[in-house]
């Protein structure tokens, strides 16, 4: 079985300041990470994964995230917030053997205000 | 690449008429992916097809529920009969096997009074 957790609903920052949006884990074997952010009236669409490889990973839009495994997180993560980032993030989770079958979590709402 | 391509785009109708919604995945991607969207449950996975075969449809609510991908370009999602509850936002996602990363259509809002 495989599951993702968001911990947070809402996540408020200002611009200009960094940002995070938690995610943790739960799989049988390897997991495969990924980021997907979705705008008002819009569908989802891919930021970033980790497969393999180097534990930070760089995405679209300047975001990046890290893989930490003891702590089976992959929080997202971006410098300096903008604006335009406010939108519902998505954490999605599947192992080697899941077929294509990706697990999401609940969404983080992220509200960056001027 | 013109993405995934989802139609209607919104659909209004009453409870107890069909409804039929329809996707063209990504060319060359192998798997296909409905899911529903509504406030209350969030994100469901609801049936997904590896190289046309369905292979997990337990996420399909109920008997009202069929979806069908005759060929690599084309998959419907039909309702029959539609409830109210049954109004959510309706996206198709596309990948290619080895990719992982799912690419997902603009959705289709469907509205049953």
């Known amino acids: 079985a495989q599951s993702v957790a968001q911990p947070e609903d809402q996540v408020n920052v200002a611009e200009g300041n960094p940002l995070t949006v938690k995610c943790t884990y739960s799989?049988?074997?390897?997991?495969?990470l990924f980021w997907y952010v979705q705008y008002p009236n819009r569908g989802l669409q891919f930021l970033l994964k980790?497969?393999?490889?180097?534990?930070l990973v760089k995405g679209s839009y300047g975001f990046e995230a890290e893989f930490n495994k003891s702590q089976t997180s992959f929080h997202l993560k971006k410098p300096s917030a903008l604006v335009s980032d406010s939108a519902l993030y998505f954490c999605?989770?599947?192992?080697?053997?899941?077929?294509?079958?990706?697990?999401f979590g609940g969404g983080t709402r992220l509200m960056v205000k001027p | 690449d013109a993405g995934v391509i989802q139609s209607p785009r919104h659909e209004v109708t009453e409870m107890g008429q069909e409804v039929t919604l329809r996707c063209k995945p990504i060319?060359?991607?192998?798997?296909l992916f409905w899911y529903r969207q509504t406030m209350m449950r969030g994100l469901e996975l609801l049936i997904y097809?590896?190289?046309?075969?369905?292979?997990?449809d337990s996420g399909m609510p109920e008997d009202r529920f069929s979806a069908k991908m005759p060929n690599a370009s084309f998959s419907t999602l039909k309702i029959q009969p539609s409830e109210p509850r049954d109004s959510a936002v309706y996206f198709c996602?596309?990948?290619?096997?080895?990719?992982?990363?799912?690419?997902f259509g603009p959705g289709t809002r469907l509205t049953v009074t």
């Open positions: 996602a596309s990948s290619f096997l080895a990719g992982n990363e799912q690419y």
């Open positions: 097809f590896n190289n046309n075969v369905p292979i997990d």
């Open positions: 799989v049988s074997g390897n997991p495969y």
């Open positions: 980790y497969i393999t490889g180097d534990n």
């Open positions: 999605a989770v599947r192992t080697e053997n899941a077929g294509n079958m990706l697990t």
């Open positions: 060319s060359g991607h192998n798997s």
